[in-house]
């Protein structure tokens, strides 16, 4: 059965509004803190999150397990390949550092790549986490850990926000039938 325009536009524009509710509280302690609790790869979990909108354990624990292993990944490659390299401009042609730094990146993808399939939790979004930290973005353990500590926040307010909704559709649920 397809959706209607209506239902298809509601879906987007909540959609669109639960990711950006799950970014705001990613926002808010960034802000609060000083410390990197939002970076480029959250914005599509958040979006995967929003849009299924479910409360699945086996996507909970590839958001998480995924992550996790990209970060790690991505700061071992790192540690040993590019060590005091960052990417924030351009590297000179065939320069050593940036070798150092492409290899960083290749084999911080191999890694999550390998490990995710291994462990049978797949979540792309983790892709980008483990190049964030491999090409020098984020890459103290300091920052590894935040990362880490940033999607498991990302999956608590999600299922927190949508245990919550729940329990107000099933209570209002409840109430209406017993009048």
């Known amino acids: ?18 990711a950006g509710v799950l970014f705001t509280v990613l926002g808010l302690v960034a802000w609060a803190s000083g410390q990197p609790f939002i970076f480029p790869s959250l914005g599509p979990s958040a979006f995967i999150l929003a849009f299924e909108r479910r409360i699945d ?9 995924s992550h996790a292993l990209g970060a790690l ?7 040993l390949l590019a060590s005091g390299v960052v990417l924030t401009a351009d590297p000179a042609a065939f320069s050593p550092a940036g070798l150092h730094i492409a ?4 084999f911080s ?3 999550t790549s390998l490990g995710m399939i291994a462990m049978g939790s797949i979540h792309a979004p983790a892709c980008a986490t483990t190049l964030i930290v491999s090409l020098g973005l984020l890459s103290t353990p300091l920052q590894v850990g935040i990362i880490v500590g940033s999607v498991c926040l990302l999956v608590l307010v999600h299922v927190t926000v949508l245990r919550g909704y729940r329990r107000t559709v099933t209570s209002a649920s409840l109430t209406s039938r017993s009048r």
């Not at 059965?1 to 639960?18: I, K």
């Open 1 to 18: 059965m397809d959706e209607s325009p209506f239902d298809m536009d509601r879906r987007a524009v909540g959609t669109s509004v639960y």
């Open 57 to 65: 354990r086996s996507q909970i624990s590839a958001v998480l397990a």
């Open 73 to 79: 990944a991505g700061l071992l490659a790192y540690s």
């Open 103 to 106: 290899a960083s990146g290749v």
């Open 109 to 111: 993808i191999v890694l």
